[in-house]
């Protein structure tokens, strides 16, 4: 394993998805990187991403996914569970956002998501 990460994206939730697509390219000035359908991801600075999520009802902090990018997903889950890490959720593909991934929570309840895209439309952000 490389043990390096490419870049980060820190998932939020939203309750309009179009709305807030006009707030941040608009009035922040981000470029929109990837539309996803239900969620959508803009460059922040550098390597650095922001991602929102069309969520129903009301937005909670605990919609919060920091999202680590690396091409070594699976070594990164194995380095982890040697450090004494447990996943909720093993490394898998997910074929509605062409990604995969898997899942922990740090100590502080955060949702932390190690990730690939598997969307050839990220390549040419990834570099």
Known sequence: MQNKLDSQITFLGCSN???????????????????????RIYRSVGQS???????????LAQGVILTLLTQD????????QERG????????????FQIY???????NNYLIEIQRFEDPRWQQYSS
């Open 17 to 39: 998805l179009s709305e807030n697509h006009e707030f941040y390219t608009k009035i922040m000035g981000f470029p929109l990187i990837l539309d996803q359908g239900k969620c």
């Open 49 to 59: 991403y922001l991602g929102f999520c069309q969520r129903e009802g009301e937005v």
């Open 73 to 80: 997903v699976d070594g990164y889950y194995q380095l982890i």
């Open 85 to 96: 890490g447990s996943f909720e959720k093993s490394p898998s593909f997910n074929p509605a």
């Open 101 to 107: 991934h898997c899942f922990l929570r740090d100590p």
